[in-house]
């Protein structure tokens, strides 16, 4: 499934992507240089399973674009192993989607058939 | 004690500029603001104030990390004050800062400040809907729709901690702030008000293991549920993410919106909360999604059906 293509996402921040319509952002990339970091819009928290992350469209790291945060309580997430390394998440982490740069400059979403399903 | 309710809340932050927008965008009167943070205010005065994280007047962050660096009561007078330094003082530090004001922790480790409040009195304008058969209706030709409405939150309502010990949290702003419990569900917490208000809450727990001690939400009382859908919809549509509602909660009534925000919390929009005094008897229930509102919708775009076949 097409996302959008790389320049659409300037070198080191993030955008999300609702491919579905369902209402909110399914999935968020975070680009460094020409490495895509893919993971679902689901905060781990407990209690929170599922919540959705940014604080504003397209609004999933910190000042600096050093670590992802959920704008829900706070959380951090490591950008490249999407591991939380601070706050009510921690031993818990974000779940990393197939999203691949191809060829053609652009990002496609390689959806895991049976288990992404909304 | 004649606590009135929260005056104002303090953020460190990471993200001063998004903070500065975001709180402005949600409705609140800017004042001072600058690269080191802002005020933000509601009709009446009371604040949400921005700080760097690493700001050195603050007092220290929680273990967690979590945002919220002080709480800052209003009280009725300097009577008040000095009454609460003494009670407090009797088993922790009670500081005096120069704007005359106090400053402790709570038993969870929270700062808290005590100040004669800032508040100023509100003169609002009664909501008036038209209801068939009612004494007092909107009237004939008074519109009630309006596109431009200006909308600002008007007090600060109510903050809502992830506590590590629900019943020792209780039991210090019970038995030594003088809180009523107004209900209570039964797995996560009380809800709190001060002896200065007839609000169903101005605090909430929810008990949480200790490395998720935080702040769950915030919210201003909005003038009334249109208002509250309102603003709601405008800060929706300038991108920013809901969390959950437009709703109705069933203890304390009072209708929900909560949006994502970058100090790292929620924050609500509330209005039509539920007025208590001290003959109201708690009630208590484990919490649901049932117990915990009426109904809970989903903003979606404007829309109309038809096109042009008619």
Known sequence: MH???????????????????????????????????????????????????????????????????????????????????????????????NVRL??????????DAGVEEQ | ?????????????????????????????PRDVSAQGGRFEGLDGTYVEIRRADDPSLPPALPTGSTLRKTIYGVADAAT????????????????????????????????????SIRRPLEAADEIVNCPGARQNRGVNVIG?????????????HVVYFVPDQHKAEAFYVERLGFRVADRFTNLGPFLRPAGTLDHHTLFM???PPHMQ????????????????????????????????????????????????????HVEYDADMDLHDDSWEPRACESSEDASQIFNFTLVDNWMPGGDPH
């Open chain 2, 81 to 116: 004050l000095e009454q609460i330094a003494e009670e407090l003082g009797r088993d922790r530090e009670v500081k005096r800062l120069d704007d005359g004001s106090i400053e402790t922790l709570d038993d969870m480790g929270f700062a808290l400040g005590f100040q004669v």
């Open chain 2, 214 to 265: 935080g702040v769950e939400h915030f919210t201003f009382h909005m003038a009334n549920p249109s208002d509250l859908l309102q603003a709601g919809k405008r800060f929706q549509d300038k991108g920013y993410e809901s969390f959950w509602g437009p709703g109705r909660h069933i203890f304390g009534s009072n209708w929900f919106w909560y949006f994502n925000s970058p100090m790292g919390v």
């Open chain 1, 3 to 97: 996302l959008c293509a790389l320049r659409d996402i300037p070198d080191g921040h993030s955008r999300g992507f609702d491919p579905r319509g369902g209402g909110r952002d399914y999935l968020f990339v975070v680009r460094r240089g020409r490495q895509i970091y893919a993971w679902r819009n689901a905060c781990p928290h407990p209690g929170y399973e599922g919540a959705s992350m940014p604080w504003r469209k397209h609004e999933y790291l910190d000042s600096e674009r050093t670590h992802i945060v959920c704008a829900g309580h706070g959380a951090l997430f490591d950008v490249e192993s999407g591991e939380c390394t601070m706050g009510p998440c921690r031993g818990l982490g974000l779940k990393a989607l």
């Open chain 2, 145 to 157: 729709a309006a596109v431009d409405k200006d909308i600002v939150p008007v007090t600060l309502s």
């Open chain 1, 102 to 111: 191809e060829g053609d400059e652009q990002l496609y979403w390689y959806p």
């Open chain 2, 206 to 208: 929810v008990h949480t």
């Open chain 2, 1 to 29: 004690m004649n606590i009135l309710g929260p005056d104002g809340l303090v953020f460190g932050v990471d993200n001063v500029a998004a903070c500065n927008q975001y709180l402005t965008d949600y409705g609140l009167i």
